[in-house]
Each structure stands twice: as structure tokens, then as C-alpha cells.
């Protein structure tokens, strides 16, 4: 169903087993997870959070302020981006890292005209940086992308399969949704499962955006081929 998608990955899915850091198995099968795409002609372009190393939301403080804090977020996700296009690589899905703040040392700048071509070359584009300055989340950056690079969807990894009525770790009584609109999920409060300034953003520009659990084996592609999985995040009344 989508030919080019955005797929956006937290720190906390790339920290696996882990409490912090990269766990280079779990980036071994979400490799695993993307391949049978590229292999079907589809264009992925991903955005990594950094919240496995550090997040400017918690560094923020009399001593740090915000700025600066952002900006230590902002390099956490460049480790994370080096470190997939990496794994990536050695496991036969070639992919190249782009960043949206400068370290011509480590990283190629990001720039439209390049990344779309190593998407038309066949390889996935992993973006860090998130939009390259502070007060905004990667979920906002991982949409903006979306738009930027004529993404069809927004895939929003996570650890429940989808958006529910309430914390579903919380509640045992949690309700998923299978489709909501936009207007929904921005109203009701109880719903965190995406930044609301993100959703927004694609409301706005009416990206679908899909929320669902990235371990339950096969989901990306069921996603990117229109099949059930997760939540349908839409502008359309389901």
C-alpha cells in the first residue's frame, strides 16, 4: 500500500535488553525486520531518538539549561543513528547515516537532495539530529521529515501494540483502538503515545500515522502494506 515510509525508532527500542546504551541484537533484528522492504521496492527513511543515552527533557536543570541540554539529546541520537546504519550494513540492508547538526568528521550532513538519493539507490536513510534544534521532540522531527521527504506514513515504533484509552502498563482495563482520528487522540489526555505537537503537525498535512509494537514479529511490513497492525491514526472518522 506505502511505497516510501517514515519509520520512527526511540532510544528506549534501540536500548533492547539493556538500561541504556545500544543493543546490537536488537538492531540485528529490526535490520531482519526491513529487509524484506527494501527486497519489495519499498523507501524507508528512519528517525532515531536518543533517550538510551540522554534526554534534554531530563538533563534540564539550574546547572544545564535547555539549550544545551537539547543538544546533548541531539548528539545522543547521532550515536544511535551511526551505530544502525552500521549493524545495517553488515547485515545485508544497506543504509547510510545524515545529520541534521553538523559533525562533517563522523556523519554527511542531511540534505533533501541527498537523502532522497540513497533512497532512489535502495538504501535506507537513518536521520539524526532530530530537526536540528531545541524545544522539539523526534517525534516532531521524525513528522516533519515525513513531509519533507513525500513519506506516504508515519510508522511510530513502540512497546504496546497501538494507542489505548489509557496507559495499558497501567491499567489492566486499557482499551486499544484500532483507528482514531487526529482530533481524538489530541483531545483526550490520557493518550502519550506520541508528542501532541507531532500529531498535529501530520493532522495538519493529513499523514496517516500508525502506532504499533515493533517486536511483534512481522509488523512493519503488515503496516506498510495496509494490513492491521497497531493503530490507524487518521484525519477520516473510522
Not at 93 to 117: C, E, G, M, W, Y
Not at 156 to 177: L, M, N, Q, S, W
Not at 199 to 207: C, M, P, Q, V, Y
Request: aromatic share 6%; with cysteine.
Amino acid at each position: 500500500m506505502y511505497t516510501r515510509i517514515l519509520l520512527k525508532l526511540s532510544g528506549e527500542q534501540l536500548q533492547g535488553k539493556y538500561d541504556g546504551g545500544f543493543d546490537i541484537e536488537r538492531a540485528r533484528w529490526i535490520a531482519g525486520q526491513v529487509k524484506p522492504l527494501l527486497d519489495a521496492n519499498k523507501q524507508i527513511v528512519i528517525m532515531v531518538g536518543g533517550g538510551n543515552y540522554a534526554r534534554g527533557a531530563q538533563l534540564e536543570s539550574a546547572q544545564i539549561p535547555r539549550v544545551t541540554a537539547d543538544n546533548i539529546g541531539m548528539l545522543a541520537t547521532l550515536m544511535n543513528a551511526l551505530a544502525l546504519a552500521s549493524v545495517f550494513n553488515a547485515e545485508g540492508v544497506p543504509s547510510r547515516a545524515l545529520s541534521n547538526i553538523k559533525a562533517d568528521q563522523v556523519v554527511d550532513q542531511f540534505t533533501h537532495r541527498r537523502a532522497l538519493s540513497h533512497l532512489e539507490k535502495g538504501r535506507v536513510v537513518i536521520v539524526a539530529g532530530g530537526i536540528g534544534r531545541p524545544y522539539l521532540t523526534t517525534d516532531t522531527a521524525a513528522v516533519s521529515l515525513a513531509l519533507e521527504m513525500d513519506c506516504e506514513v508515519v510508522l511510530k515504533a513502540t512497546k504496546v501494540d497501538g494507542v489505548f484509552d489509557r496507559d495499558p502498563e497501567k491499567h489492566d482495563g486499557a482499551i486499544k483502538f484500532d483507528h482514531i482520528t487526529f482530533d481524538q487522540a489530541l483531545q483526550n489526555t490520557d493518550i502519550n503515545v506520541m508528542d501532541k505537537a507531532a500529531l498535529g503537525l501530520a493532522s495538519e498535512h493529513n499523514t496517516s500515522v500508525i502506532v504499533f509494537a515493533l517486536l511483534d514479529d512481522g509488523n512493519i511490513a503488515r503496516a506498510t502494506s495496509g494490513e492491521a497492525a497497531g493503530t490507524l491514526i487518521s484525519n477520516h472518522q473510522p
